[in-house]
């Protein structure tokens, strides 16, 4: 069971706008920052965006990321076969002093 | 090139210790936080364990307080994670990853390819 609760799937088919949902608590995003992950099949995560809503340099416009009270969500706008991967969200957490991680999201492109 | 490589992985009987390696490459180590990141097969991230620039803090997630040491040396760009009393739970792949900032306790910009470590008998 993750601190942090994400579905664990979503699917879209190409060109739509797709939203993975984080869920947490008062001690974690309600306080920290929060920071996406993505994860392409057999590969290393890459950070994808920090800090709620920034994006590190070369991450596509169509990702985004907003943070509203104890919960986050990633966008994905013009979705691309390329874009299948697992998603995490990940916040510190104040009370376990520790960072937590999401459960993560299997992204399907149909 | 900003890098991280990881090694130490291996089999290793339940009880048992491992060391884990991971030099840094490209960047001012001593700048950065660093963290190691775990994933079970099959299954999502786990955050391991994270440490300061200087090393003077460290943090342990629960699930390996007592058993792991995080520790770093500066002058060898290199971070360690000392296992022991391994469990068959701790099967997994371990990343070495890189704070975005000298303090980001979950931001990793730079991740290694990992190393694996099996707990079997």
């Known amino acids: 069971q993750s601190v942090l609760t994400q579905p664990p799937s979503a699917s879209g088919t190409p060109g739509q706008r797709v939203t993975i949902s984080c869920s947490g608590s008062t001690s974690n995003i309600g306080s920290n920052t929060v920071n996406w992950y993505q994860q392409l099949p057999g590969t290393a995560p890459k950070l994808l965006i920090y800090?709620?809503?920034q994006r590190p340099s070369g991450v596509p416009d169509r990702f985004s990321g907003s943070k509203s009270g104890t919960s986050a969500s990633l966008a994905i706008s013009g979705l691309q076969s390329e874009d299948e991967a697992d998603y995490y969200c990940a916040a510190w957490d104040d009370s376990l002093n520790s960072a937590v991680f999401g459960g993560g999201t299997q992204l399907t492109v149909l | 090139e900003v890098q991280v490589l990881e090694s130490g992985g291996g089999l290793v009987q339940p009880g048992g210790s491992l060391r884990l390696s991971c030099v840094a490459s490209?960047?001012?180590?001593?700048?950065?936080?660093m963290t190691w990141v775990r994933q079970a097969p099959g299954k999502g991230l786990e955050w391991v364990s994270g440490i300061s620039t200087s090393g003077g803090t460290t943090y342990y997630a629960d699930s390996v307080k007592g058993r792991f040491t995080i520790s770093r040396d500066n002058s060898k760009n290199t971070l360690y994670l000392q296992m022991h009393s391994l469990r068959a739970e701790d099967t997994a792949v371990y990343y070495c990853?890189?704070?975005?900032?000298?303090?980001?306790?979950?931001?990793?910009?730079?991740w290694g390819q990992g190393t694996m470590v099996t707990v079997s008998s």
């Open positions: 990853v890189k704070s975005r900032l000298s303090s980001a306790w979950s931001a990793f910009d730079i």
């Open positions: 800090s709620n809503n």
């Open positions: 490209g960047f001012t180590f001593s700048s950065y936080a």
